[in-house]
């Protein structure tokens, strides 16, 4: 019988609850730093769009460094599986055109 104790239930619920701790955590970063840009701005709006626009470049800026070359990596290993699977059809429509012809005329 498996024990309900072990380390890796552990880890896993402590990642868990890591997880969301941090999430709740920017989810509020993000809305003081709003309040204090409206403050600031004398705009709701405003300070809403200027966050906007600079997560927005975060995140456009992380995709381009860090993503972008591991999605050309598993684009061409799409590509490279589809070419296999290509010529993988081409053989099998082969041999049955040829047992076709032959073996069962």
């Known amino acids: 019988m498996r024990e309900s104790n072990t ?11 890591f997880a969301l701790t941090a999430s709740m ?34 995140a456009a800026a992380t995709y381009y460094f860090t993503l972008h070359d591991a ?13 296999v699977a290509l010529a993988a059809q081409w053989g099998y429509e082969k041999v049955i055109g040829f047992l076709q012809k032959k073996v069962f005329p």
């Open 7 to 17: 380390p890796s239930n552990h880890l896993g619920s402590g990642l868990i609850l």
């Open 25 to 58: 955590a920017l989810l509020l970063l993000v809305s003081a730093l709003t309040v204090y840009l409206s403050q600031l701005m004398g705009s709701l709006i405003g300070a809403m769009l200027l966050l906007g626009v600079v997560f927005g470049a975060v």
């Open 71 to 83: 999605f050309r990596q598993l684009q061409s290993r799409l590509e490279t599986v589809y070419d």
